[in-house]
T-cell receptor, first 107, second 113 residues
């Protein structure tokens, strides 16, 4: 079964602190993993995907197939990073989302 | 390039009624997916269409249906509305045949009273 688990509903940090949003998945095969972000009053949008191996807005995520994880990291959080973050995988023509983690960055 | 457009943005319906939501994908995108977003369940996959064919369906009752037209525009219909159908319904489009990067619309907020 395809499943994405985000164990933290809320992650609260101070500006400048490191951030790690956890994501674990289960999938029989080689999934494609994504992080989507939803800022307040904006539409859900792609933040990054594992195959691009790029850093977006200072965020990176590494796919660890052994631990079936795809954690999102940023060394120094900014207030504008406050948003809802969803980890997702694709399989069989659909995106399977985790329940999301709300990141709150305080000044 | 225009983004994914969903209409209407807001709807209020009463129990037992039916509703139709519309989605216009990004030009050139042939895959359209629908999701239900609720605070308790998060984002739940409803169905996906590609070239007017439903390729995948989520675990929703038969009251939820959809279709895609030759211009890739899609509609979803919910019949015999229940209070629990109140949610934000999101449409997403993808360029290629496999669902890779999805572009989401703003959603239609459906309230059933």
């Amino acid at each position: 079964a395809q499943r994405v688990t985000q164990p933290e509903k809320l992650l609260s940090v101070f500006k400048g602190a490191p951030v790690e949003l956890k994501c674990n998945y289960s999938y029989s095969g080689s999934p494609e993993l994504f992080w989507y972000v939803q800022y307040s009053r904006q539409r859900l949008q792609l933040l990054l995907r594992h195959i691009s191996r790029e850093s977006i807005k200072g965020f990176t995520a590494d796919l660890n197939k052994g631990e079936t994880s795809f954690h999102l990291k940023k060394p120094f959080a900014q207030e504008e990073d406050s948003a809802m973050y969803y980890c997702a995988l694709t399989g069989f023509q659909k995106l399977v989302f985790g329940t999301g983690t709300r990141l709150l960055v305080s000044p | 390039k225009a983004g994914v457009t969903q209409t209407p943005r807001y709807l209020i319906k009463t129990r037992g009624q039916q509703v139709t939501l519309s989605c216009s994908p990004i030009s050139g995108h042939r895959s359209v997916s629908w999701y239900q977003q609720t605070p308790g369940q998060g984002l739940q996959f409803l169905f996906e269409y590609f070239s007017e064919t439903q390729r995948n369906k989520g675990n929703f009752p038969g009251r939820f249906s959809g279709r895609q037209f030759s211009n890739s525009r899609s509609e979803m219909n919910v019949s015999t509305l229940e209070l629990g159908d109140s949610a934000l319904y999101l449409c997403a489009s993808s360029r290629v045949g496999a669902v890779t990067e999805a572009f989401f619309g703003q959603g239609t907020r459906l309230t059933v009273v």
